[in-house]
């Protein structure tokens, strides 16, 4: 059935009675119309192309989206008391009141804390001690009134400690306005960049603010510009301009707060130049680029501690001494070397000693490594963990702050003493009406189909048996190397309550396993990623973790894409599937450069400009490989101003699933129209869209209890 699409709000005002009868029980038919992608390797036919609209003011466009979520409405409607009770139960685990671990900066305590019922915290200071009383930095609750959207993503407080800048958006597509307050006063002067990132850095004279501009069209940042105080935007310096449209960029100070660095970095290169932070314009490369050559460095005392891949494939410490910067890499020196079995992730230095964030046999932990050479693991006492470290803002000291989770311990900051080895616990992240001897958590290592061993963290309550009848809710993300490390998530103790395991396959893509593990799973092997979940999932059912027809999977943005690729290979092995802000029409996105993003994640999928990678990614992309094919239960969300996965991608993925598909299962397409990337802001906002998802989710495994 094909109707003409008339106004919003007119589709609005009918959808519950049109909807809930003949063939718009299988939800509205979107309009076809002829379109060709061209590319110097191919052109597809497109029918669904109308969809994008860049304005996202065209009322065709905006007809259909209402629609959708008018038979997403009508469809939900019964679930309603399940999602608010899911809601409930998710906002009973959360002390409302809660307020974070002091950290000391340049003599003043800094905390988050927010008041019962308020989506936002109030960010505050005290001088000299973390009980002197507190002055306001951002009152967030009162900031964020009349927006439906609100966001402060980024702030920096002068040397001086009198002024405060801040990166603030109020849309959510990532487009940030800077701004910046007297402390003492509240007054917000009227100085006021927009379009910016949300990385801010001040200079050594307290009156100049380094901030990354964004091109207009693509959203990249692309220029480190420099604003001093009082002064029109217009007359801002440019400070450096990255002409490589496929690297991404960052400022930040070092450790010691001596230097001002410039990182720009792709998936392959790095480059980062600093500058003294009384002199900012006075930069040095501490290395050149090359292709596959990646490095970040951090300056204290009388060196430079660099985080290198350079003759390491997972990355080893190497120091530089600050006489010696002058002879670049061939001065190098190794300070922890290169291992087969252990990633390096991150680094902190401290005086006398350096903090490593490491991977090793799956998990995340800390070592502690002295000037002496002494060498430190911190401990933990699980299967499958995360350790991480915390915020270390005063570099001489003894203690260092690391966060502990899984996916039982509720997350845990400590701090631990590198000379002593004494441990203290700051705090246990309270989780009201939780009890994590309720729960067990496992390490298993599932057998992809060519042999590999792939990590899975899995959880479910005491009492759940594994005889084949549970049903299964399996995550996964799988790109860009980002690792998803376990921890326990208030929202998702309602489903292992109601007898729900929950499972987070560690694929490749992620970096779990160190980076040939990240290397296994993109570009030529993408394909990897899609089918270690598929066989994660037949693990677990093949070892009776879960029931075979009650499995549901999740994933977002890039594990949106790979919601929609298993979808396509294996829809059999799923019940239901749920699919965040999903990356679905890869090809054609990847062809576009005036998108945001596109440029930047050529060595993550490829550039289908060049043949071999236009075909590999033409036969995964999951808009192009909808066939005419049963598809389990499918829950799609987006939102109307994401910058990251625009919102027509799974438009147009839904519209032609629902041409295709033979199915009568329901597929439920959900557009936030005032969000972006992640959805509506605010924690309690949050908690309730996930209740929805939940909801249905739940009633596609027929769990009632």
């Known amino acids: 059935m094909r109707m003409r699409w008339v106004t919003a709000t007119m589709l609005v005002s009918l959808a519950v009675p049109v909807f ?73 685990h959360i002390k409302q009141d809660d307020s974070s671990v002091p950290f000391l900066k340049n003599g003043y305590w800094y905390a988050s804390r927010f008041a019962t019922g308020a989506d936002y915290p109030v960010i505050e200071r005290r001088r000299g001690s973390a009980t002197a009383a507190p002055a306001v930095l951002f009152d967030q609750p009162a900031m964020a009134k009349g927006h439906s959207f609100f966001a402060l993503s980024s702030w920096s407080v002068s040397p001086d400690n009198r002024m405060v800048a801040w990166a603030e958006d109020t849309v959510g597509r990532r487009q940030y306005v800077l701004k910046v307050k007297d402390i003492a006063t509240g007054r917000v002067l009227a100085d006021t960049v927009s379009n910016i990132e949300p990385n801010i850095v001040w200079a050594g004279d307290n009156r100049t603010i380094l901030y990354i501009a964004k091109d207009p069209v693509t959203l990249r940042g692309y220029r480190v510009m420099a604003h001093t105080l009082g002064t029109p935007v217009s007359a801002d310096r440019m400070l450096y301009e990255e002409k490589d449209d ?53 300056h204290l005392g009388e060196r430079w501690i660099i985080r290198t891949n350079r003759d390491a494939l997972n990355y080893k410490l190497v120091t530089l001494a600050d006489r010696d910067a002058a002879s670049g890499v061939a001065a190098w020196r190794d300070l922890v070397p290169a291992s087969d079995t252990v990633f390096i992730e991150d680094f902190k230095p401290f005086a006398g000693f350096v903090a490593i964030d490491q991977r090793e046999g799956g998990n995340r932990m800390i070592r502690l490594l002295t000037d002496t050479g002494r060498s430190v693991p911190v401990q933990a006492g699980e299967p499958a963990y995360r350790m991480g470290l915390s915020t270390n803002e005063e570099p001489d000291t003894p203690w260092v702050r690391y966060t502990y989770s899984s996916l039982v311990t509720p997350t845990t900051t400590f701090e631990i003493n590198a000379r002593t080895g004494e441990r203290r616990t700051l705090k246990v992240t309270p989780v009201p009406g ?54 326990v998530d208030p929202g998702q103790i309602a489903l292992l309550d109601r007898g729900v395991v929950y499972a987070i396959a560690h694929i490749r893509g992620g970096q779990e396993m160190g980076r040939r593990w990240y290397d296994d799973g993109h570009l030529l092997k993408k394909k990897n990623s899609f089918t270690d979940f598929i066989d994660v999932t037949r693990y677990l059912v093949a070892q009776k973790y879960a029931a075979p027809g009650r499995v549901a999977a999740m994933g977002g943005s890039a594990g949106g894409l790979l919601m929609g690729a298993v979808a396509n290979m294996a829809p059999q092995d799923y019940k239901v599937m749920i699919a965040q802000v999903p990356f679905v029409d890869v090809v054609t996105t990847m062809l576009d450069a005036s998108i945001p993003l596109t440029t930047f994640e050529y060595d993550e999928w490829g550039n289908p400009a060049d043949k071999p990678y236009y075909d590999y990614m033409l036969s995964y992309s999951p808009y192009d490989n909808v066939a005419a094919q049963a598809y389990p239960a499918l829950y799609v969300g987006t939102g109307l101003w994401d910058s990251q996965v625009q919102y027509y991608e799974p438009a147009k993925w ?52």
């Not at 003294?276 to 951090?298: K, M, N, Q, S, W």
């Not at 084949?468 to 190397?481: K, R």
């Not at 802001?681 to 009632?704: C, D, K």
């Open 20 to 92: 809930a009868q003949g063939a718009w029980a299988r939800g509205p038919v979107a309009a076809k119309k002829p379109y060709q992608v061209t590319s110097p390797n191919g052109t597809r036919d497109d029918d669904y192309y109308w969809l994008r609209d860049d304005s996202r003011k065209r009322p065709d466009m905006l007809a259909y989206l209402a629609a959708e979520n008018g038979y997403a409405d009508a469809q939900l409607a019964a679930l309603k008391p399940l999602q608010t009770k899911l809601y409930e139960e998710a906002v009973g």
């Open 434 to 487: 939780y009890d994590p001897s309720n729960y067990v958590t496992e390490r298993l290592w599932a057998p992809a189909r060519d042999g590999t061993r792939i990590p899975v963290s899995i959880v479910y309550r005491k009492g759940v048996q594994r005889n084949g009848t549970a049903p299964l809710f399996q995550y996964a993300y799988g790109s860009y190397g980002y690792s998803t490390d376990p921890s």
């Open 246 to 298: 496929t690297f991404q960029m960052g400022i930040g100070r070092t450790t010691d707060d001596r230097y001002v660095c410039i990182t720009v970095q792709s998936t392959v290169s790095d480059e980062q130049r600093c500058a003294p932070a009384t002199r900012p314009d006075a930069f040095t490369v501490i290395a050149p680029r090359r292709r596959e050559f990646r490095y970040g460095a951090d």
């Open 654 to 705: 839904v519209a032609k699933l629902r041409e295709r598909k033979t199915d009568t299962n329901p597929l439920l397409f959900r557009i936030n129209m005032e969000a972006g990337h992640g959805g509506k802001s605010g924690r309690f906002e949050r908690l309730r869209q996930n209740a929805e998802w939940q909801a249905f989710m739940l009633s596609q495994l027929g769990v009632t209890g």
